[in-house]
C-alpha cells in the first residue's frame, strides 16, 4: 500500500456501482470523516434518486435511462472528491485510511535492471573521424556510451553520448589511434552491465 486510496466505480455494472457507493458512503459516516466534502448526506440524497430511476428503467421507461446515467456521473465525481479530501486528510496515515472502504492503491513494482548489451557493433563512415556505434536495443530508458584509448584504465572511460535508440553518431574520433568503446542500459531501476568492449581505428 502507498499511503493512499482510490475508487474504483468506472466499468461496473448500475447494480454494483450502487452498492459500492452504499460501502463507501457507509464507511465514511464516521467521526473522523465528519468534515468531508461533499457530505455524506448529499451524495447518499443522490444515490436513492438514482436507485429509484434504475426501478424506473427496470420498468421500461426509456427517459430515465438518461437520468439516471447523469446522475450516476454525478455522483463518480463527487465519490472522486471524497477520495481525494481522504488521502489528505489521513496524509499518508494507514490507520485513518483504513476506516474507509476505499481501495488502496498498491505501489507499482520496480522495473528490473537492464540486462547487459549485446551484438555492439561500429559502422565505418566516410567521414574523417566519424563512426556510428550501434547495439541489440533491450527496453531500457535510455543508453550510455562510452569511450576510452586504454580498455585496462577503469577511470580512462568517458561518456560519449547518452541516447534513447540503440545506436549512436561519433564525431571528433583521434585518426590512426585505436578507440574502445562499450555500451550499457539505463532505467528507474538503476544501470545494467556494460556491453563487450568493441575496438574501432577512426580513418
Known sequence: MTGKVKTNLNGTTVE???SMVELYLDSLDKPVFHQIKPDVASVRLKLNEMKALQEKVKEGSHKAV??????RKSINADMSRMCEWVNILAHGNKE???QCAFEPVKARSAAPVPAGIRKLVVHRSEERGKAAVAWKGNGS???RAQMTLNPNEENGWKDIATVTSNKCDLNGLPVGMFCY?????????????????????AS
Open 16 to 18: 454494483r456501482f450502487i
Open 66 to 71: 438518461a437520468l439516471r446515467n447523469a446522475v
Open 96 to 98: 485513518i485510511l483504513s
Open 141 to 143: 530508458k535510455f543508453y
Open 181 to 201: 568503446f562499450r555500451v550499457q542500459g539505463v532505467n528507474s531501476s538503476g544501470a545494467g552491465d556494460f556491453s563487450e568492449i568493441i575496438m574501432y581505428m
